[in-house]
């Protein structure tokens, strides 16, 4: 039982990819000889291409055809075997492809041919000869299977009910709930299989055809009812709180998957019976290529339907997502159909080669890869970025820290791909490069050195960005800012305004390092790249002497710790507050919404308006009739009072005075006042204290000047004149000359 289950496994896993069955023996292997090989050579070749009861045919290449394999090559056991006629390589595969196709097709009308081959070999059943016939038989013990099963879930909905519901939106609650739908769902099929195979042994006990059809219907039901299994557990069908891969229309290609499901072990089972009853291959051939290439077109409709689908679910783990991210996306889908259509072709070309079962068991694999490596690397980072995420809401982690977890999930996701990816070039290199085991290890050697310092150089990346992105300002764009609004001081350290200038610097260092490491290890010389990139430095440092500047002054600047991000500076020709720092630049926010880019080295000098502390000093013009004392005890007494706002209070650093009589005018006493403060506050704290100080002043009937001209006169008469005087004097003409 356990054979056949692993054949419908096999069989099931690789999408109705038909492998070297009893009808291929019949077909013949094409070997083609170059003509100069000597006779035992031939013998040999022909020995071991034909056991098994093949036919081969043997042909004459010209000065294109293939070099002759030597005996060892040719030799069944040998991994690269392929290299021994001409299946070897892509362009064999095609061909042979090409060939398999045609002679499929050729085969389709022979499948009327099945159901009669089918009668004749049940009437000869020996269970069933006496009593219930073997068809009643297998009703039945269908039956006892199915009532088991809901028998079971009937006992055990209450238990699996509590748990099946998440404790939590976080990951590892939805992972628990829906790791108890799977076990139930697992027990349900374990249970089905063992009372088919207790009632197969009672009712079914003799070895004939309704015995093995039966145990092959049995053990494909399992497949199926795993895929479902699987579905539920990932997808969560009407239970959104507990799914674990967040796809759209999630409902919609989980009942997808269920006919996939039901209708692959039909086909897959139909074809391992048939096998064992079919007068004629060609029937069997026939059925095989109709049933692989509908559920190969059900396939590549799926993954179009699902194509945006996908592109969502791959952009969904990254909230800023990149060019290569945003280009694996669009390409995912294309892949999944390209794959479906590229493991159909693999196994249309298996019927005509030699150890086509090896082709068959490498696409499987592959199958088994490219669908379970992205759940499997996806759901190993989700469960640790969740565990990872409670410590965090315990305690906020240091910089050191995110970066480590950082590294640690992209070390766990990084393993399972490149598992994956070794095992599918383990796979393939052999039967599409045409290298033997000798050359393969030494190329899977190098490879896997190769791989090896890719994984390390991709670990330390994201190691290395995370611990800058955990030190550089989050720039925010919020629309235009309210300056009455409170605003807390947010100006980064030192270092948080050096890391976005390192990061590029350090990043790119580490990509370059990495490429030329893995270049040395595949046997490249980097002696001659080195050399190229030094001379290429030269000619950019030569021609390009305003960017050397820039990047000088820009280092110079950092150094001295001039300014930084989210502070208010002044150029001398442009101002701002400094949102970005590049290698070469600076960007600048002007109040009135306008962003500034200045290179490094135009700027001649800089004013930094945020560093400290900053002293306010403004002017308030008085009668000549107020009473100075008492303007000055009102101003002091308003800047006790703002000391003691909790609002503005804790933004003084010193308090709000009047310094004295600026000046006096014809009009006006001018007297100045000043107050000190944190620079982001110190425009809000001058206009509440210019509201404070007007009222203040008023309320203390201290007069404010007035523009106001007051002309005196000794009589009405007298005014009279002056008035009659000056309404005499006639206007100045424009071009009249200036006097004095």
């Given amino acids: 039982m356990v054979r056949s289950l692993a054949g419908v496994v096999l069989l099931a896993l690789c999408w109705l990819a038909p492998g070297p069955t009893k009808a291929q023996t019949d077909m013949p292997v094409t070997l083609t000889l170059r ?54 390589g892509v362009e064999a595969i095609w061909d042979h492809f090409v060939e398999g196709f045609d002679h499929g097709n050729a085969a389709i009308p022979h499948v009327v041919d099945l159901p009669s081959d089918w009668g004749r070999a049940w009437a000869t059943n020996r269970n069933g000869a006496t009593g219930p016939s073997a068809g009643v038989r297998i009703l039945a013990a269908v039956a006892v299977a199915l009532a088991g099963v809901l028998i079971f879930r009937l006992a055990t909905a209450g238990w699996f009910a509590r748990r099946l519901e998440p404790a939590g939106p976080e990951f590892t609650a939805r992972l628990v709930a829906s790791g108890y739908g799977l076990l139930q769902d697992l027990a349900c099929i374990a249970l089905a299989l063992a009372l088919a195979r207790l009632t197969r042994v009672f009712w079914l006990p003799d070895t004939d055809l309704a015995m093995s059809t039966f145990r092959t219907a049995a053990n494909g039901a399992a497949i199926g009812a795993t895929y479902i299994a699987v579905g539920r557990f990932l997808l969560a069908p009407g239970a959104p709180v507990r799914r674990l891969l967040p796809l759209p229309r999630a409902d919609r290609h989980f009942w997808i998957l269920t006919v996939y499901a039901v209708v692959t072990p039909i086909a897959v089972t139909s074809a391992l019976v048939l096998q064992e009853v079919a007068s004629s291959r060609q029937g069997l051939a026939g059925l095989v290529a109709l049933t692989s290439t509908a559920i190969t077109l059900f396939k590549v409709w799926w993954f ?25 996306a669009a390409i995912t889908p294309w892949f999944y159909m390209a794959s479906a259509i590229a493991i159909w072709m693999v196994g249309r070309a298996a019927p005509m080669m030699s150890g086509g079962g090896r082709f068959v068991e490498a696409a499987s694999l592959t199958q088994i890869i490219i669908v379970l490596a992205p759940v499997v690397a996806v759901g190993v980072t989700s469960l640790i970025a969740c565990r990872q995420a409670m410590r965090a809401a315990a305690a906020p982690p240091p910089p050191l820290t995110l970066a480590a977890g950082a590294a640690v999930r992209a070390a766990a996701g990084g393993v399972v791909w490149v598992g994956g990816l070794y095992v599918m070039a383990s796979l393939w290199a052999g039967f599409l490069l045409g290298v033997s085991s000798a050359q393969f290890a030494a190329f899977t050697q190098r490879a896997a050195g190769a791989a090896t310092l890719v994984f390390l150089g991709w670990v330390a990346i994201v190691f290395l960005r995370a611990f800058f992105d955990a030190y550089t300002p989050q720039r925010v764009v919020s629309g235009p800012h309210d300056e009455d609004a ?122 930094n308006a945020s560093r400290d502390w900053a002293t306010i000093k403004f002017n308030v013009r008085l009668d000549h009739s107020a009473d100075i ?56 704290l001058q206009r509440e204290a210019l509201k404070r100080v007007y009222r203040g002043l008023n309320e203390a009937k201290v007069p404010f000047a007035s523009n106001a001209v007051t002309v005196r006169g000794g009589d009405g008469g007298s005014s009279a004149g002056a008035a009659a005087a000056i309404s005499a004097v006639p206007p100045p003409s424009p071009l009249a000359p200036a006097v004095g």
């Fill in 486 to 607: 409170a605003v807390e001081p947010s100006v980064p350290s030192r270092l948080a305004t050096v890391m976005p200038v390192l990061r590029g610097v350090v990043l790119a260092s580490v990509f370059g390092l990495t490429g030329l490491v893995v270049l040395s290890r595949l046997g490249v010389d980097i002696g001659p790249l080195l050399a190229g990139f030094g001379i290429l430095g030269l000619a950019i440092s030569f021609g390009s002497q305003a960017l050397v500047r820039d990047i000088v002054s820009g280092f110079f600047f950092m150094l001295e710790d001039a300014f930084r991000v989210g502070e208010y500076v002044d150029t001398g020709r442009l101002k701002g507050t400094v949102e970005k720092i590049s290698l070469r630049s600076m960007q600048m926010r002007h109040q009135s919404g306008q962003i500034h880019t200045v290179p490094f080295g135009q700027i001649q000098s800089l004013t």
């Fill in 629 to 684: 004392e008492q303007a000055r005890k009102t101003i002091k007494k308003i800047g006790l009072a703002l000391l003691d706002d909790p609002e503005f209070g804790p933004n003084f650093i010193s308090q709000l005075k009047m310094q004295g009589v600026a000046d006096i005018t014809d009009s006006a006493v001018v007297i100045r006042l000043k107050f000190t403060a944190k620079p982001a506050h110190a425009s809000t």
């Fill in 35 to 88: 003509g100069d090989e000597t006779p035992e050579t031939i013998r040999k070749l022909v020995d071991s291409l034909s056991a098994g009861g093949r036919r081969v045919e043997i042909r004459l290449g010209g000065p294109e055809a293939a070099p002759a394999p030597s005996p060892s090559i040719a030799s069944p056991a040998s991994a690269g075997a392929s290299a021994s006629s001409t299946e070897s």
């Fill in 304 to 328: 179009f339907d699902a194509r945006r689908d996908l592109t969502v679910l791959v952009l969904r783990y990254d909230p800023v997502p990149g060019p290569g991210l945003r280009l694996m």
